[in-house]
């Protein structure tokens, strides 16, 4: 049964920093796609950032490159976002999401908020 489970949102001040994980069960990290999607209110999720199976190459999305970095740990199953110099429009709901076999899987995500 794949799960999906993300951790280490909270409240931050605009310039600071937070690191999102995200523990998988049920199949593993390195061989599929894993990303980070984010959800603002009244907004559509948006995509951040991906890391491809095996490799570890990531890519990123405008908004947050330069800032953010996604990362996994194959010991612990598991992936990161390190989130830097955060602004207040980074303030959201974070999404842990597997591609698995043509279908996604999602987290229940965590929340982000960025303000002094």
């Known amino acids: 049964q794949v799960r999906l489970v993300e951790s280490g949102g909270g409240l931050v001040q605009p310039g600071g920093s937070l690191r999102l994980s995200c523990a998988a069960s049920g199949f593993t990290v390195s061989g599929v796609f894993m990303k980070w999607f984010r959800q603002a209110p009244g907004e559509a999720r948006e995509w951040v950032a991906t890391?491809?199976?095996?490799?570890?190459?990531?890519f990123l999305g405008d908004s947050v490159k330069g800032r953010f970095t996604i990362s996994r740990n194959n010991a612990e199953n598991s992936i990161s976002l390190q989130m830097n110099a955060l602004k207040s429009e980074d303030t959201a709901v974070y999404f842990c999401?597997?591609?698995?076999?043509?279908?996604?899987?999602w987290g229940q995500g965590t929340q982000v908020t960025v303000s002094s």
């Open positions: 999401n597997a591609e698995i076999d043509g279908r996604n899987y």
């Open positions: 890391i491809v199976p095996s490799g570890g190459v990531t």
